[in-house]
């Protein structure tokens, strides 16, 4: 049996409402297109009646497959899971609120198909409230452009095309779902943007709201350290330490220089000798976390056969 061509990925977290609907729209899209495809729903421990309702779904339509997991883990873990066991060459991710249009789906796989790959879909007329939500999510995609260099307007939305290798290539944890074309720009991959629609939510409860954006804007930190220092932690903790180090002896020298030239009172300028020596100390101690930093990284790249390289394309002679 051949391995279907699209696979589309769905979590689900309480959302028994919208599973009949969502499933008859994509399988209706799926076909019209005329390529082989699976669904994979994940169940991401929903306490309502969404894994029954999934499974429904299953009895009725060949091509569905799902995974319950065993408590909510959150829907990077959710995609993860259905990630892992996606076999088709175009995998695309969405969310199963009823908040994504499975009508986009065809530009989607036109965009992989014309050599993009990563086609990232892009909100652009939001029905969302302006104030709690469209608002907070322009300053945050803003500011993700910024520090990742993804030159993209909308990070937030899940709705986005991978090819199969470039999605497998990146792990997430946590909530870096919504940066997967930054995580995976590391391999050079070419990221497309398509506008999409963004239908009115019509049953169950939003799980994002205002008081999102801080875990938004401590993710791209995360993210900005990833980018930059993932193979190298030394050169960011470095640059730290050799700040506090050289500050501390900068203070040292001057307090010196002060005392034996021009009869400082150091007894009196005891506070600032010793904030200067703890500087000093701070710095010290931020490189050799680095060190050690560096030596966790080497071990769990050698350890793990991770390479610091993505190959796109590959041709070689026996």
Not at 135 to 160: C, E, L, M, Q, Y
Not at 185 to 198: D, K, L
Not at 237 to 258: D, Q, V
Not at 308 to 313: A, G, Q, R
Request: glycine share 8%.
């Amino acid at each position: 049996m051949m391995d279907p061509y699209v696979s589309m990925v769905v979590p689900f977290y309480n959302e028994e409402g919208c599973i009949e609907e969502l499933t008859g729209s994509l399988v209706e899209v799926l076909e019209r297109t005329g390529l082989d495809y699976e669904i994979i729903y994940v169940d991401d421990g929903s306490t309502d009646g969404t894994f029954e309702a999934l499974e429904k779904a299953f009895l009725k339509y060949k091509k569905i497959k799902i995974f319950r997991l065993g408590k909510n883990y959150g829907q990077s873990a959710a995609l993860s899971a259905g990630i892992d066991n996606a076999l088709g060459e175009i995998i695309i991710l969405m969310d199963g609120d009823l908040q994504h249009d499975p009508e986009d789906i065809p530009q989607f796989i036109a965009g992989i198909k014309e050599g993009c790959d990563i086609v990232s879909g892009w909100r652009k007329h939001r029905s969302d409230d302006l104030l709690s939500r469209r608002i907070p999510s322009r300053a945050a995609n803003w500011i993700a452009s910024r520090i990742s260099g993804v030159k993209i307007h909308d990070f937030g939305t899940t709705f986005k095309a991978y090819r199969r290798e470039i999605l497998k290539s990146v792990r997430l944890y946590n909530n870096l779902h919504r940066f997967i074309p930054a995580l995976a720009s590391w391999t050079g991959a070419r990221i497309c943007e398509i506008e999409i629609n963004s239908p009115k939510r019509k049953s169950g409860k939003s799980k994002y709201g205002i008081s999102r954006t801080l875990v938004v804007a401590l993710d791209l930190i995360t993210i900005n350290f990833l980018l930059k220092y993932k193979s190298s932690p030394l050169q960011f903790l470095g640059k730290i330490g050799l700040l506090f180090s050289g500050a501390g002896f900068l203070g040292i020298l001057l307090l010196s220089a002060g005392w034996l030239f021009f009869g400082l009172d150091m007894t009196a300028n005891r506070g600032t000798l010793l904030l200067a020596a703890l500087a000093v100390i701070i710095g010290i101690q931020f490189i050799t976390s680095g060190l050690v930093a560096e030596l966790t990284c080497r071990t769990y790249y050698e350890t793990q056969d991770k390479k610091l390289y993505y190959i796109k394309t590959q041709k070689t002679r026996e």
